[in-house]
């Protein structure tokens, strides 16, 4: 295998890694976020309650 076909490998990879990187990134904040749409309805459930 020559160095440019490795190199060319190695730059997917790194590709790869962070495409990863960005998608795990971006499925976390779905989640924080709608943990934090969950909190504001308890929120509002407990406020309306409470009056």
Same mark, same amino acid.
Request: proline fraction near 0%; aromatic fraction near 0%; avoid cysteine.
């Given at each position: 295998? $020559?160095?440019?076909? +490795?190199?060319?490998?190695? *730059? #997917?990879?790194? %590709? +790869?890694?962070? +495409?990863? $990187?960005?998608? *795990?990134? +971006?499925?976390?904040?779905?989640?924080? %976020?709608?943990? *934090? #749409?969950? #909190?504001?309805?308890? *929120?509002? #459930?407990?406020?309306? %309650? %409470?009056?």
């Amino acid at each position: 295998m $020559d160095d440019t076909h +490795l190199e060319k490998l190695r *730059k #997917r990879h790194r %590709a +790869l890694d962070r +495409l990863i $990187d960005t998608t *795990k990134a +971006l499925s976390r904040q779905g989640e924080l %976020a709608q943990l *934090k #749409r969950q #909190r504001l309805r308890l *929120k509002d #459930r407990i406020a309306q %309650a %409470a009056s």
